[in-house]
């Protein structure tokens, strides 16, 4: 895919996972990705799992469901932002549980690793 005279080969990632307790398991929730290796960002893309409220207990379902419509309309005004704010979640709820750049034929792989098959 070229932007421009760049033709892009890599896509970049981030995977964000929730956990319900600080100590507890991190479940994968969501990819973020764009083309290239680097921000700023072409083509940004937030893939969720199907079934992403079942790893949410009730009392973080509209919080987080909150976030994700945050975290969409972020990606439309500011993308580089969004970004730079996801790559760095280290304690709560939300994590960042991986940071990577793929080859472009990669990110389905990816996100079958992380969300399944069916993500969104």
Known sequence: MALGRQTVTKTSYIVLGFAAE??????PLCVLSWLGD???SFGL????SK???ENIPDHFASYVAQL???WWQLSVEDPNALIQMLGELSVGPIRTL???CAPSGALQDILIMYLGHGAT
Request: charged share 20%.
């Open 51 to 53: 079934n992403w409220q």
């Open 38 to 40: 680097a921000v700023p």
């Open 68 to 70: 994700i419509e945050d």
């Open 45 to 48: 893309t937030l893939h969720l």
């Open 98 to 100: 991986e940071e990577g």
């Open 22 to 27: 600080q100590n507890g398991p991190v479940h």
